[in-house]
């Protein structure tokens, strides 16, 4: 199964242009539609450089992919969490 990905910009640091991208879990390779938002949204995210971007490239992909069909996503106070939508109902 999917579990939560998060881009966490190091909790606890005031470094708004230090972003670190980190994926929690392993990532299967089971859909080649969501394999292609994954990679999408992978590459978007090591694009960006702070919060700002983020939100920015994080908008573009959800217009421009399948992202909002396949994916739960969104901001705490310092990372972006993404689950895939039949992970959570299926758990």
Not at 9 to 38: C, Q, W
Not at 54 to 82: D, M, P, Q, S
Request: charged share 20%.
């Amino acid at each position: 199964m999917f579990n939560q990905t998060c881009v966490s910009n190091g909790a606890g640091h005031n470094l708004p242009n230090n972003m670190n991208v980190i994926i929690e879990s392993l990532i299967f390779d089971f859909d080649d539609k969501i394999r292609a938002v994954v990679l999408d949204l992978i590459n978007r995210i090591l694009l960006t450089r702070n919060e700002t971007e983020l939100r920015e490239t994080i908008a573009v992909c959800a217009e421009r992919t399948e992202l909002n069909k396949f994916f739960l996503y969104g901001y705490g106070n310092h990372h972006f969490w993404v689950y895939l939508k039949s992970y959570i109902i299926n758990t």
